[in-house]
């Protein structure tokens, strides 16, 4: 929601529904909301996409961390991937096999899942912007230990394919559970001058300095 200009819209592909839940709360209180839908399958994608394609500028998908068929449809009609990473091994090895998802879906010309999607959201012509943010480091070990990750990212075997690796670490862990949990902001729970809050403006000037949003 901080784009520079233009609508933006969600498409919530997580079983969980925790983003369409998050603005539909918002919405019942009377706030204003962006477009939000949600779509758990590949055709309710493509057709979502489609329609809110044709009336916004932006649009975010947001889909849960494993790898299934939607989430591949959503890869094959994004312009730029932003991906949370936890300072553990697990995470590491799942995360090199989201690379490699990516990787796939960057380079198929004529994707059969997305035929019923306007040309115009497929971006083919370069690998897709892999964005790689660190989360839940509120140790100093955590935070050495993303030190090195983000280090080897940058100089490892997959340099090429991460276009920017966000010094932003989300350590404010039960202010972002209990966001979570209650589908409130984090301005919300904590206030706009607390450790939470300033790690998303943080997060979100950061993606404002690399040009990803």
Request: glycine share 6%; aromatic share 10%; charged share 25%.
């Amino acid at each position: 929601m901080h784009l520079p200009s233009g609508r933006t819209a969600i498409i919530d592909c997580d079983p969980q529904l925790s983003t369409f839940k998050f603005f539909r709360t918002r919405e019942v209180k009377g706030q204003t909301v962006p477009t939000y839908k949600a779509a758990l399958n590949v055709t309710d994608l493509k057709r979502t996409a489609s329609e809110l394609y044709r009336q916004n500028d932006h649009i975010i998908i947001d889909v849960g961390g494993r790898d299934h068929n939607t989430m591949r449809g959503a890869l094959l009609i994004s312009s730029s991937v932003i991906t949370p990473l936890r300072p553990s091994r697990e995470d590491l090895d799942a995360f090199v096999e989201m690379l490699e998802v990516t990787d796939y879906a960057s380079g198929q010309k004529k994707p059969g899942i997305i035929r019923a999607v306007r040309s115009e959201l497929a971006k083919f012509d370069r690998v897709l912007p892999f964005v790689v943010v660190m989360n839940q480091c509120p140790t100093v070990y955590q935070n050495q230990f993303a030190d090195r990750v983000s280090k080897g990212m940058k100089e490892g075997r997959y340099r090429d394919e991460i276009t920017h690796v966000c010094q932003a670490r989300f350590g404010a862990r039960l202010a972002w559970q209990h966001s979570g949990f209650t589908y409130q902001s984090i301005a919300e729970v904590v206030g706009r001058s607390e450790p939470a809050y300033q790690e998303w403006l943080f997060f979100v000037n950061e993606l404002r300095n690399k040009e990803i949003i």
